[in-house]
Protein backbone atom coordinates (compact mmCIF):
# COMPACT_ATOMS: atom_id res chain seq x y z
CA UNK A 1 0.00 0.00 0.00
CA UNK A 2 2.40 2.52 0.89
CA UNK A 3 5.00 1.25 -1.95
CA UNK A 4 1.63 2.57 -3.95
CA UNK A 5 1.30 5.87 -2.89
CA UNK A 6 5.09 6.47 -3.37
CA UNK A 7 4.44 5.65 -7.00
CA UNK A 8 1.59 7.97 -7.33
CA UNK A 9 3.40 10.42 -5.69
CA UNK A 10 6.05 10.40 -8.46
CA UNK A 11 3.22 10.74 -10.59
CA UNK A 12 5.16 8.87 -13.48
CA UNK A 13 8.75 9.14 -13.23
CA UNK A 14 11.74 9.91 -15.76
CA UNK A 15 9.02 11.78 -18.04
CA UNK A 16 10.89 14.54 -19.47
CA UNK A 17 10.72 14.46 -23.43
CA UNK A 18 9.01 17.72 -24.60
CA UNK A 19 6.44 18.73 -27.17
CA UNK A 20 7.11 21.86 -29.91
CA UNK A 21 4.41 24.83 -29.58
CA UNK A 22 4.36 25.37 -33.28
CA UNK A 23 1.40 27.64 -33.52
CA UNK A 24 -0.57 30.04 -31.19
CA UNK A 25 -3.96 31.62 -31.80
CA UNK A 26 -6.61 33.58 -29.76
CA UNK A 27 -9.88 34.90 -30.23
CA UNK A 28 -10.47 38.01 -28.73
CA UNK A 29 -12.24 37.91 -25.36
CA UNK A 30 -15.31 39.70 -24.91
CA UNK A 31 -18.97 39.66 -24.81
CA UNK A 32 -19.45 39.18 -28.51
CA UNK A 33 -23.00 36.76 -28.37
CA UNK A 34 -22.23 34.76 -30.72
CA UNK A 35 -21.56 30.96 -30.84
CA UNK A 36 -18.32 29.63 -28.93
CA UNK A 37 -17.85 27.44 -32.27
CA UNK A 38 -16.66 30.62 -34.07
CA UNK A 39 -14.46 31.47 -31.44
CA UNK A 40 -12.72 28.30 -30.97
CA UNK A 41 -12.70 28.31 -35.05
CA UNK A 42 -11.18 31.90 -35.96
CA UNK A 43 -8.73 30.39 -33.10
CA UNK A 44 -7.73 27.08 -34.32
CA UNK A 45 -7.52 29.07 -37.72
CA UNK A 46 -5.05 31.43 -36.33
CA UNK A 47 -2.76 29.13 -34.62
CA UNK A 48 -2.73 27.30 -37.70
CA UNK A 49 -1.49 30.25 -39.81
CA UNK A 50 0.89 31.09 -36.87
CA UNK A 51 2.39 27.56 -37.03
CA UNK A 52 2.58 27.60 -41.04
CA UNK A 53 0.37 24.33 -41.29
CA UNK A 54 -2.51 23.53 -43.28
CA UNK A 55 -5.50 22.09 -41.13
CA UNK A 56 -5.56 19.12 -43.21
CA UNK A 57 -1.69 17.70 -42.39
CA UNK A 58 -3.18 17.82 -38.57
CA UNK A 59 -3.53 14.29 -37.35
CA UNK A 60 -5.45 14.93 -34.21
CA UNK A 61 -7.52 17.34 -33.04
CA UNK A 62 -8.19 17.90 -28.71
CA UNK A 63 -11.26 20.10 -27.64
CA UNK A 64 -11.53 21.29 -24.50
CA UNK A 65 -15.29 20.84 -23.40
CA UNK A 66 -17.76 23.92 -22.70
CA UNK A 67 -21.07 22.59 -20.80
CA UNK A 68 -22.60 25.99 -22.17
CA UNK A 69 -22.71 25.29 -25.53
CA UNK A 70 -25.33 22.41 -25.41
CA UNK A 71 -24.57 19.15 -26.61
CA UNK A 72 -21.80 20.85 -29.39
CA UNK A 73 -20.06 21.88 -26.61
CA UNK A 74 -20.07 18.64 -24.51
CA UNK A 75 -18.46 17.04 -27.64
CA UNK A 76 -15.89 20.38 -28.61
CA UNK A 77 -13.61 18.34 -30.68
CA UNK A 78 -15.96 17.29 -32.98
CA UNK A 79 -17.43 20.20 -32.96
CA UNK A 80 -14.42 22.52 -33.98
CA UNK A 81 -13.23 19.75 -36.57
CA UNK A 82 -16.47 20.47 -38.46
CA UNK A 83 -16.12 23.69 -38.60
CA UNK A 84 -12.68 23.50 -39.50
CA UNK A 85 -13.97 20.92 -42.64
CA UNK A 86 -14.09 17.26 -42.14
CA UNK A 87 -11.01 15.34 -42.65
CA UNK A 88 -10.80 12.58 -40.91
CA UNK A 89 -8.26 13.58 -37.53
CA UNK A 90 -8.31 11.56 -34.62
CA UNK A 91 -10.47 13.15 -31.86
CA UNK A 92 -10.64 13.69 -28.43
CA UNK A 93 -13.10 15.79 -25.97
CA UNK A 94 -12.01 16.62 -22.53
CA UNK A 95 -13.91 18.45 -19.80
CA UNK A 96 -12.27 19.55 -16.26
CA UNK A 97 -13.76 22.58 -15.44
CA UNK A 98 -11.62 25.46 -15.71
CA UNK A 99 -8.33 23.03 -16.35
CA UNK A 100 -10.12 22.03 -19.23
CA UNK A 101 -7.47 23.71 -21.38
CA UNK A 102 -4.65 22.21 -19.56
CA UNK A 103 -6.34 18.85 -19.82
CA UNK A 104 -6.22 19.23 -23.58
CA UNK A 105 -3.06 20.03 -23.62
CA UNK A 106 -1.89 17.13 -21.99
CA UNK A 107 -4.10 14.94 -24.13
CA UNK A 108 -2.51 15.90 -26.70
CA UNK A 109 0.90 15.90 -25.39
CA UNK A 110 0.23 12.22 -24.71
CA UNK A 111 -1.02 11.26 -28.04
CA UNK A 112 2.33 13.34 -29.57
CA UNK A 113 4.85 11.56 -26.90
CA UNK A 114 3.79 8.19 -27.51
CA UNK A 115 3.63 8.17 -31.48
CA UNK A 116 0.01 8.70 -32.22
CA UNK A 117 0.30 11.80 -33.70
CA UNK A 118 2.47 14.00 -35.16
CA UNK A 119 0.65 17.28 -35.07
CA UNK A 120 -2.03 18.04 -32.78
CA UNK A 121 -4.45 20.91 -32.43
CA UNK A 122 -5.49 21.92 -29.08
CA UNK A 123 -8.72 24.35 -29.29
CA UNK A 124 -10.69 25.46 -26.31
CA UNK A 125 -13.50 28.59 -26.48
CA UNK A 126 -16.73 29.24 -24.21
CA UNK A 127 -19.80 31.73 -25.03
CA UNK A 128 -20.43 32.54 -21.11
CA UNK A 129 -23.62 33.68 -19.69
CA UNK A 130 -24.26 37.38 -17.61
CA UNK A 131 -24.02 36.84 -14.01
CA UNK A 132 -22.99 34.59 -11.43
CA UNK A 133 -22.11 30.52 -13.11
CA UNK A 134 -24.66 28.18 -11.96
CA UNK A 135 -25.21 24.52 -11.63
CA UNK A 136 -26.97 22.63 -14.33
CA UNK A 137 -30.95 22.76 -14.14
CA UNK A 138 -32.90 19.97 -12.40
CA UNK A 139 -33.66 18.72 -9.15
CA UNK A 140 -29.85 16.76 -8.10
CA UNK A 141 -29.37 16.47 -4.55
CA UNK A 142 -26.76 14.02 -5.26
CA UNK A 143 -24.48 16.92 -7.25
CA UNK A 144 -22.08 18.93 -4.68
CA UNK A 145 -22.28 22.02 -6.97
CA UNK A 146 -26.08 21.94 -7.03
CA UNK A 147 -26.22 21.71 -3.19
CA UNK A 148 -23.92 24.07 -2.37
CA UNK A 149 -26.11 26.58 -4.68
CA UNK A 150 -29.74 25.09 -2.85
CA UNK A 151 -28.45 24.94 0.58
CA UNK A 152 -26.55 28.18 0.86
CA UNK A 153 -26.88 30.04 -1.96
CA UNK A 154 -23.12 29.71 -2.19
CA UNK A 155 -21.91 31.48 -5.66
CA UNK A 156 -18.01 31.18 -6.62
CA UNK A 157 -17.16 34.78 -5.08
CA UNK A 158 -18.49 33.42 -2.12
CA UNK A 159 -15.31 31.13 -1.87
CA UNK A 160 -12.98 33.63 -3.25
CA UNK A 161 -14.50 36.20 -0.09
CA UNK A 162 -13.64 33.35 2.24
CA UNK A 163 -10.08 33.24 0.84
CA UNK A 164 -9.65 36.80 1.00
CA UNK A 165 -10.74 37.06 4.43
CA UNK A 166 -8.59 34.33 5.92
CA UNK A 167 -5.96 35.85 4.40
CA UNK A 168 -6.62 39.16 5.77
CA UNK A 169 -6.86 37.09 9.60
CA UNK A 170 -3.87 35.43 9.18
CA UNK A 171 -1.09 36.66 7.13
CA UNK A 172 -2.67 40.14 7.64
CA UNK A 173 -3.16 41.62 4.05
CA UNK A 174 -5.42 44.17 3.13
CA UNK A 175 -8.20 45.34 0.94
CA UNK A 176 -5.70 48.16 -0.23
CA UNK A 177 -3.39 44.71 -1.01
CA UNK A 178 -6.06 43.09 -3.05
CA UNK A 179 -6.77 46.14 -5.10
CA UNK A 180 -3.22 46.93 -6.23
CA UNK A 181 -3.84 43.17 -7.85
CA UNK A 182 -6.36 44.91 -10.11
CA UNK A 183 -4.05 47.65 -10.76
CA UNK A 184 -0.90 45.76 -12.00
CA UNK A 185 -2.78 43.41 -14.10
CA UNK A 186 -5.17 46.24 -15.62
CA UNK A 187 -1.52 47.90 -16.52
CA UNK A 188 -0.99 45.00 -18.40
CA UNK A 189 -4.12 43.92 -19.96
CA UNK A 190 -4.11 47.60 -20.98
CA UNK A 191 -1.42 46.34 -23.63
CA UNK A 192 -2.90 43.23 -24.58
CA UNK A 193 -4.96 43.02 -27.91
CA UNK A 194 -6.92 39.92 -27.29
CA UNK A 195 -7.92 41.14 -23.30
CA UNK A 196 -11.36 42.06 -22.83
CA UNK A 197 -10.63 45.32 -20.59
CA UNK A 198 -7.91 47.02 -21.93
CA UNK A 199 -8.16 50.16 -19.17
CA UNK A 200 -6.00 50.73 -16.56
CA UNK A 201 -7.27 50.69 -13.11
CA UNK A 202 -6.93 52.36 -9.94
CA UNK A 203 -6.84 51.73 -6.70
CA UNK A 204 -9.56 54.22 -5.87
CA UNK A 205 -11.65 52.58 -8.56
CA UNK A 206 -11.51 49.29 -7.27
CA UNK A 207 -12.48 50.78 -3.52
CA UNK A 208 -15.33 52.69 -5.06
CA UNK A 209 -16.91 49.86 -6.82
CA UNK A 210 -19.63 47.68 -5.05
CA UNK A 211 -19.12 44.63 -2.52
CA UNK A 212 -19.89 40.88 -3.96
CA UNK A 213 -18.67 39.24 -1.54
CA UNK A 214 -16.98 40.62 1.40
CA UNK A 215 -14.37 41.91 1.54
CA UNK A 216 -14.00 41.86 -2.10
CA UNK A 217 -15.21 44.28 -4.88
CA UNK A 218 -16.82 43.93 -8.16
CA UNK A 219 -13.23 44.86 -9.51
CA UNK A 220 -11.46 42.19 -7.37
CA UNK A 221 -13.46 39.17 -8.81
CA UNK A 222 -13.26 38.16 -12.33
CA UNK A 223 -15.96 38.70 -15.34
CA UNK A 224 -17.01 35.63 -17.29
CA UNK A 225 -16.47 36.38 -20.97
CA UNK A 226 -16.40 34.58 -24.36
CA UNK A 227 -13.06 33.85 -25.88
CA UNK A 228 -11.70 31.37 -27.54
CA UNK A 229 -8.03 30.00 -27.73
CA UNK A 230 -6.05 27.85 -29.62
CA UNK A 231 -2.36 25.64 -29.62
CA UNK A 232 -0.81 23.76 -32.67
CA UNK A 233 1.34 21.05 -31.00
CA UNK A 234 4.17 18.69 -32.38
CA UNK A 235 6.73 16.37 -31.89
CA UNK A 236 10.78 17.62 -32.17
CA UNK A 237 11.12 15.57 -34.92
CA UNK A 238 7.98 17.07 -36.22
CA UNK A 239 9.45 20.53 -35.77
CA UNK A 240 12.48 20.20 -36.75
CA UNK A 241 10.97 18.72 -40.08
CA UNK A 242 8.88 21.30 -40.66
CA UNK A 243 12.18 24.58 -40.19
CA UNK A 244 11.15 25.19 -36.62
CA UNK A 245 15.04 25.04 -34.97
CA UNK A 246 14.29 26.46 -32.04
CA UNK A 247 10.44 26.11 -31.18
CA UNK A 248 9.03 26.93 -27.66
CA UNK A 249 8.61 23.84 -26.01
CA UNK A 250 6.42 21.79 -23.32
CA UNK A 251 8.52 20.60 -20.77
CA UNK A 252 5.76 19.61 -18.40
CA UNK A 253 2.19 19.25 -17.29
CA UNK A 254 0.60 18.93 -14.06
CA UNK A 255 -2.64 17.46 -13.72
CA UNK A 256 -2.88 16.13 -10.06
CA UNK A 257 -5.43 15.51 -7.72
CA UNK A 258 -5.44 16.49 -4.26
CA UNK A 259 -4.69 13.58 -1.20
CA UNK A 260 -7.22 12.68 1.51
CA UNK A 261 -7.44 14.63 3.95
CA UNK A 262 -7.85 17.62 1.21
CA UNK A 263 -7.76 20.51 4.16
CA UNK A 264 -8.40 23.70 2.37
CA UNK A 265 -12.21 24.35 1.55
CA UNK A 266 -12.62 24.15 -2.23
CA UNK A 267 -15.54 24.88 -5.39
CA UNK A 268 -17.97 23.72 -4.35
CA UNK A 269 -18.11 21.46 -1.36
CA UNK A 270 -19.70 22.33 1.71
CA UNK A 271 -16.85 21.00 3.93
CA UNK A 272 -13.34 20.06 3.90
CA UNK A 273 -12.22 16.41 4.72
CA UNK A 274 -12.15 15.49 7.97
CA UNK A 275 -7.76 15.20 9.36
CA UNK A 276 -8.71 13.37 12.35
CA UNK A 277 -7.96 9.94 11.05
CA UNK A 278 -4.92 10.85 8.61
CA UNK A 279 -2.80 13.59 8.96
CA UNK A 280 -2.52 16.03 5.89
CA UNK A 281 0.48 16.08 3.24
CA UNK A 282 3.22 18.48 3.63
CA UNK A 283 1.84 20.29 1.14
CA UNK A 284 -1.84 21.89 0.06
CA UNK A 285 -3.34 20.48 -3.35
CA UNK A 286 -2.63 23.64 -4.62
CA UNK A 287 0.86 23.65 -4.00
CA UNK A 288 1.32 20.27 -5.15
CA UNK A 289 0.25 21.48 -8.43
CA UNK A 290 3.28 23.66 -8.85
CA UNK A 291 5.14 20.81 -7.07
CA UNK A 292 4.18 17.95 -9.91
CA UNK A 293 5.18 20.53 -13.00
CA UNK A 294 8.60 21.69 -10.99
CA UNK A 295 9.84 18.55 -10.80
CA UNK A 296 8.69 16.70 -13.93
CA UNK A 297 10.68 20.13 -15.81
CA UNK A 298 13.50 19.41 -13.37
CA UNK A 299 13.40 23.21 -12.24
CA UNK A 300 12.21 25.56 -9.50
CA UNK A 301 10.29 28.28 -8.97
CA UNK A 302 13.78 30.60 -8.73
CA UNK A 303 14.12 29.71 -12.62
CA UNK A 304 11.03 31.37 -13.73
CA UNK A 305 10.71 34.39 -15.93
CA UNK A 306 7.43 34.54 -15.41
CA UNK A 307 4.30 32.67 -14.47
CA UNK A 308 0.78 33.13 -15.62
CA UNK A 309 -2.08 31.88 -12.72
CA UNK A 310 -5.78 31.93 -12.10
CA UNK A 311 -6.72 35.34 -10.71
CA UNK A 312 -10.48 34.57 -10.33
CA UNK A 313 -9.81 37.09 -7.42
CA UNK A 314 -7.14 39.42 -6.98
CA UNK A 315 -6.18 37.46 -3.53
CA UNK A 316 -6.16 34.61 -5.10
CA UNK A 317 -3.62 35.84 -7.02
CA UNK A 318 -1.46 36.59 -4.17
CA UNK A 319 -2.05 32.95 -2.71
CA UNK A 320 -0.55 31.63 -5.98
CA UNK A 321 2.29 33.10 -5.54
CA UNK A 322 3.26 31.17 -2.19
CA UNK A 323 1.64 27.97 -3.58
CA UNK A 324 4.40 28.79 -6.99
CA UNK A 325 7.01 29.25 -4.08
CA UNK A 326 7.76 32.89 -5.54
CA UNK A 327 7.82 33.42 -2.30
CA UNK A 328 7.02 32.11 1.46
CA UNK A 329 3.73 31.23 3.01
CA UNK A 330 2.17 34.70 3.87
CA UNK A 331 4.40 36.75 2.02
CA UNK A 332 2.52 37.39 -1.12
CA UNK A 333 1.69 41.12 -0.49
CA UNK A 334 4.99 41.51 0.55
CA UNK A 335 5.99 40.60 -2.87
CA UNK A 336 3.28 42.42 -4.33
CA UNK A 337 3.93 45.59 -2.64
CA UNK A 338 7.71 45.40 -3.70
CA UNK A 339 6.96 45.41 -7.84
CA UNK A 340 8.47 41.45 -8.01
CA UNK A 341 5.40 40.30 -10.04
CA UNK A 342 4.67 43.97 -12.06
CA UNK A 343 6.19 44.04 -15.07
CA UNK A 344 10.14 44.88 -15.25
CA UNK A 345 10.03 43.09 -11.67
CA UNK A 346 11.85 40.15 -10.64
CA UNK A 347 9.01 37.82 -11.62
CA UNK A 348 5.90 39.42 -13.38
CA UNK A 349 3.28 37.31 -13.12
CA UNK A 350 -0.20 37.46 -15.42
CA UNK A 351 2.28 39.59 -18.13
CA UNK A 352 -1.04 38.98 -20.35
CA UNK A 353 -3.38 40.84 -17.66
CA UNK A 354 -4.68 38.22 -16.63
CA UNK A 355 -8.37 36.90 -15.40
CA UNK A 356 -8.53 40.46 -14.22
CA UNK A 357 -8.05 41.59 -17.70
CA UNK A 358 -9.79 38.72 -20.08
CA UNK A 359 -13.01 37.47 -17.89
CA UNK A 360 -13.15 33.80 -17.82
CA UNK A 361 -13.78 31.72 -20.75
CA UNK A 362 -13.73 28.75 -18.70
CA UNK A 363 -12.21 25.98 -21.24
CA UNK A 364 -9.97 28.48 -23.12
CA UNK A 365 -8.42 30.14 -20.36
CA UNK A 366 -5.89 27.40 -19.55
CA UNK A 367 -5.20 27.09 -23.26
CA UNK A 368 -4.41 30.90 -23.16
CA UNK A 369 -2.58 31.05 -20.33
CA UNK A 370 -0.13 28.87 -22.45
CA UNK A 371 -0.32 30.78 -25.27
CA UNK A 372 1.15 33.87 -23.32
CA UNK A 373 3.88 31.72 -22.65
CA UNK A 374 4.47 30.84 -26.06
CA UNK A 375 4.67 34.56 -27.11
CA UNK A 376 6.63 35.82 -24.25
CA UNK A 377 9.13 32.94 -24.79
CA UNK A 378 9.42 34.11 -28.01
CA UNK A 379 9.71 37.36 -27.67
CA UNK A 380 7.15 38.54 -29.76
CA UNK A 381 4.60 40.15 -26.66
CA UNK A 382 4.98 43.70 -27.83
CA UNK A 383 4.74 46.43 -24.98
CA UNK A 384 3.96 43.98 -22.33
CA UNK A 385 7.31 41.77 -22.98
CA UNK A 386 9.31 39.99 -20.05
CA UNK A 387 12.69 40.84 -21.34
CA UNK A 388 14.81 37.81 -21.63
CA UNK A 389 12.19 35.35 -20.82
CA UNK A 390 13.62 31.50 -20.91
CA UNK A 391 10.94 29.58 -18.71
CA UNK A 392 7.86 30.29 -17.91
CA UNK A 393 4.46 28.41 -15.71
CA UNK A 394 0.99 28.47 -15.56
CA UNK A 395 -1.57 27.50 -12.82
CA UNK A 396 -4.64 27.06 -12.64
CA UNK A 397 -7.41 24.91 -10.70
CA UNK A 398 -10.60 23.26 -11.92
CA UNK A 399 -13.85 22.55 -9.70
CA UNK A 400 -13.72 18.96 -7.85
CA UNK A 401 -9.73 18.78 -7.77
CA UNK A 402 -8.28 19.34 -11.03
CA UNK A 403 -4.85 20.60 -10.60
CA UNK A 404 -3.39 22.25 -13.76
CA UNK A 405 -0.05 23.39 -14.42
CA UNK A 406 2.03 23.81 -17.43
CA UNK A 407 5.64 24.70 -17.74
CA UNK A 408 6.81 25.54 -21.33
CA UNK A 409 11.04 26.64 -22.01
CA UNK A 410 13.02 28.01 -25.34
CA UNK B 1 -53.35 24.46 6.17
CA UNK B 2 -50.57 23.41 8.55
CA UNK B 3 -46.89 23.03 6.97
CA UNK B 4 -45.05 20.05 6.82
CA UNK B 5 -41.26 20.36 8.34
CA UNK B 6 -38.54 19.08 5.82
CA UNK B 7 -34.94 19.04 6.05
CA UNK B 8 -33.19 20.64 3.12
CA UNK B 9 -31.17 17.78 2.67
CA UNK B 10 -32.18 14.45 4.74
CA UNK B 11 -29.82 12.85 6.81
CA UNK B 12 -27.04 16.19 7.37
CA UNK B 13 -28.65 17.27 10.88
CA UNK B 14 -31.29 16.15 13.46
CA UNK B 15 -32.32 16.85 17.29
CA UNK B 16 -34.27 19.37 19.09
CA UNK B 17 -33.27 22.45 20.62
CA UNK B 18 -29.89 22.10 22.42
CA UNK B 19 -29.93 18.86 21.18
CA UNK B 20 -29.91 19.68 17.66
CA UNK B 21 -26.46 18.66 15.45
CA UNK B 22 -25.13 18.22 12.15
CA UNK B 23 -24.80 13.79 11.20
CA UNK B 24 -21.84 12.81 9.67
CA UNK B 25 -20.59 9.39 9.28
CA UNK B 26 -17.02 7.46 11.01
CA UNK B 27 -15.19 4.72 9.46
CA UNK B 28 -15.44 1.80 11.80
CA UNK B 29 -11.86 0.34 10.64
CA UNK B 30 -9.93 3.90 10.31
CA UNK B 31 -12.15 6.43 12.32
CA UNK B 32 -12.44 8.59 9.93
CA UNK B 33 -15.17 11.43 9.59
CA UNK B 34 -17.40 12.24 6.81
CA UNK B 35 -19.39 15.68 6.26
CA UNK B 36 -21.15 15.88 4.37
CA UNK B 37 -22.39 11.89 5.26
CA UNK B 38 -20.65 9.02 3.22
CA UNK B 39 -22.83 5.62 3.60
CA UNK B 40 -21.06 3.46 0.99
CA UNK B 41 -17.14 3.79 1.30
CA UNK B 42 -14.64 5.14 3.25
CA UNK B 43 -12.76 7.79 1.56
CA UNK B 44 -9.54 7.14 2.98
CA UNK B 45 -7.50 5.99 0.26
CA UNK B 46 -5.25 4.14 3.39
CA UNK B 47 -8.30 2.45 4.53
CA UNK B 48 -9.68 -0.64 3.71
CA UNK B 49 -13.01 0.09 4.22
CA UNK B 50 -15.15 -0.44 7.35
CA UNK B 51 -18.92 0.21 8.53
CA UNK B 52 -19.82 4.07 8.29
CA UNK B 53 -21.84 4.92 11.70
CA UNK B 54 -23.50 8.07 11.75
CA UNK B 55 -22.13 10.40 13.98
CA UNK B 56 -23.27 13.58 15.75
CA UNK B 57 -19.96 16.15 15.08
CA UNK B 58 -19.64 18.91 17.28
CA UNK B 59 -22.08 21.24 18.63
CA UNK B 60 -19.28 24.15 18.72
CA UNK B 61 -16.69 25.48 16.64
CA UNK B 62 -14.32 28.64 15.66
CA UNK B 63 -14.93 30.53 12.52
CA UNK B 64 -11.94 30.01 10.37
CA UNK B 65 -13.29 32.24 8.03
CA UNK B 66 -16.23 34.58 6.33
CA UNK B 67 -18.14 36.42 4.00
CA UNK B 68 -21.58 37.27 2.28
CA UNK B 69 -23.33 37.83 -1.05
CA UNK B 70 -24.42 41.08 -2.07
CA UNK B 71 -26.34 39.98 -4.86
CA UNK B 72 -29.45 37.59 -5.17
CA UNK B 73 -27.71 34.19 -5.50
CA UNK B 74 -29.30 32.17 -8.80
CA UNK B 75 -31.44 29.06 -8.34
CA UNK B 76 -31.72 26.53 -7.26
CA UNK B 77 -31.38 29.03 -4.04
CA UNK B 78 -34.83 29.94 -3.13
CA UNK B 79 -35.78 33.53 -2.96
CA UNK B 80 -38.95 35.60 -3.59
CA UNK B 81 -37.70 38.02 -6.45
CA UNK B 82 -40.46 40.42 -5.32
CA UNK B 83 -39.09 41.06 -2.21
CA UNK B 84 -35.31 43.18 -1.86
CA UNK B 85 -32.78 41.19 -1.53
CA UNK B 86 -31.27 40.85 2.21
CA UNK B 87 -27.37 39.57 2.78
CA UNK B 88 -26.39 36.68 4.93
CA UNK B 89 -23.34 35.62 6.26
CA UNK B 90 -21.75 32.52 5.20
CA UNK B 91 -19.41 31.36 7.97
CA UNK B 92 -16.56 28.49 7.73
CA UNK B 93 -16.30 26.63 10.64
CA UNK B 94 -13.48 24.49 11.89
CA UNK B 95 -14.45 21.68 14.53
CA UNK B 96 -11.67 20.98 16.47
CA UNK B 97 -12.41 17.51 17.63
CA UNK B 98 -13.27 16.61 13.77
CA UNK B 99 -10.45 18.44 11.93
CA UNK B 100 -12.69 19.74 9.11
CA UNK B 101 -14.57 22.78 8.52
CA UNK B 102 -18.01 23.27 7.81
CA UNK B 103 -19.99 25.71 5.85
CA UNK B 104 -23.10 27.09 6.48
CA UNK B 105 -25.48 30.37 7.21
CA UNK B 106 -25.66 32.59 9.52
CA UNK B 107 -28.47 32.64 11.93
CA UNK B 108 -31.16 35.45 10.53
CA UNK B 109 -29.78 39.21 11.03
CA UNK B 110 -26.12 38.36 11.75
CA UNK B 111 -24.41 40.49 9.40
CA UNK B 112 -20.53 40.44 8.62
CA UNK B 113 -19.61 43.18 11.18
CA UNK B 114 -20.43 40.61 13.71
CA UNK B 115 -17.89 38.31 13.06
CA UNK B 116 -14.44 37.87 13.60
CA UNK B 117 -11.65 34.77 12.34
CA UNK B 118 -11.58 32.74 15.37
CA UNK B 119 -14.91 33.50 17.10
CA UNK B 120 -16.87 30.48 18.59
CA UNK B 121 -19.91 29.92 17.05
CA UNK B 122 -22.48 27.07 17.46
CA UNK B 123 -24.80 25.12 15.02
CA UNK B 124 -28.61 25.75 15.59
CA UNK B 125 -31.31 24.91 13.92
CA UNK B 126 -32.97 27.19 11.07
CA UNK B 127 -35.26 27.52 8.32
CA UNK B 128 -34.30 27.89 4.62
CA UNK B 129 -37.33 29.05 3.17
CA UNK B 130 -41.02 28.15 3.39
CA UNK B 131 -43.55 27.64 0.60
CA UNK B 132 -47.53 26.68 1.05
CA UNK B 133 -46.64 23.12 1.60
CA UNK B 134 -43.41 23.02 3.16
CA UNK B 135 -41.06 25.11 5.96
CA UNK B 136 -37.68 23.93 4.49
CA UNK B 137 -34.88 23.60 7.27
CA UNK B 138 -31.46 23.87 7.65
CA UNK B 139 -28.39 24.59 10.28
CA UNK B 140 -26.98 27.79 10.70
CA UNK B 141 -23.92 29.24 12.76
CA UNK B 142 -24.39 31.10 15.55
CA UNK B 143 -22.01 33.02 17.87
CA UNK B 144 -21.61 31.55 21.69
CA UNK B 145 -21.13 35.15 23.03
CA UNK B 146 -24.33 36.97 21.55
CA UNK B 147 -23.32 39.05 18.60
CA UNK B 148 -21.43 42.33 18.96
CA UNK B 149 -22.68 45.89 19.10
Given amino acids: ?410 | MSCSRTPVVEGWFGGEGDAFRLLGTRCSACAAVFFPREDVHCRNPRCAGGELVEVPLSRRGRVWSYTDGRYRPPSPYVTDPELPWEPYALIAVELAAERIVVLGQGVPGLTVADLAVGMEVEVVPGVLHEDAETVWTTWQWRPTTGVRA
Fill in chain 1, 1 to 410: MDDLAVAADNGGEGMTDEVAVLGAGMHPWGKWGRSFVEYGATAARAALADAGLEWREVGSIVGADTVRGGYPGYVAGATFAKALGWQGARVTSVYAACASGAQAVNAARAQILSGLADVALVVGADAAPKGFFRPAGGDRPDDPDWLRFRVLGATNPTYFGLYARRRMAVHGDTVEDFAQVKVKNSAMGALNPYARYRKRVTGDEVAASAVVAEPLRLLDICATSDGGAALVLSSMEFARRHGAAEPVRIRAVSTVTPHYPNTVLDLPDIATDSAVAVEPAARTFRESIAGAAYEEAGIGPEDLSLAEVYDLSTALELQWYEDLGLCGAGEGAKLLREGATALGGRIPVNPSGGLASFGEAVPAQAIAQVCELTWQLRGTAGDRQVAGARVGITANQGLFGHGSAVVAVR
